[in-house]
């Protein structure tokens, strides 16, 4: 597990750091579209979580996406410093379209969190807006 959450940590910061440079390189002005450039190697799962807020304490929610390079989701953590997802779930792993289903703790409160994908490697994050 120390390893899967190293590669999402990792896979993490580089998304991060692509979406501040993507950030910095728009401009209000901007009215062509540009193709996004392609992650680097180890960040390149793509994740969303649905319903996004979310308003209930142990509420089910879908985390769904797909993985690059053909490899198959394996893991999905939530939360930093604590674990916000119990009974996790892995429906289907298909890299093209995987789909899994967590319930929020009951003992969650209001911000943000991430969620992230383990595929094999790859890693994915989004976050996750609680109302509670």
Do not use: W, Y
């Amino acid at each position: 597990m120390t390893k899967i959450i190293i590669t999402v940590f990792t896979g993490l910061t580089l998304t991060a750091g692509l979406l501040a440079l993507g950030a910095t390189g728009a401009s209000a002005g901007d009215s062509g579209t540009t193709a996004a450039p392609k992650p680097p190697k180890g960040a390149r799962a793509v994740v969303q979580v649905s319903p996004n807020p979310t308003t209930k304490r142990g509420e089910e929610i879908t985390i769904t996406g797909h993985c690059t390079d053909g490899k198959r989701l394996r893991a999905v953590v939530g939360g930093v410093r604590k674990e916000i997802l119990r009974n996790v779930r892995i429906i289907d792993d298909n890299p093209k379209g995987f789909v899994a289903k967590a319930t929020l703790d009951p003992k969650l409160g209001n911000g943000v969190g991430p969620i992230m994908v383990d595929c094999d490697g790859e890693a994915g994050v989004t976050l996750l807006v609680t109302h509670v």
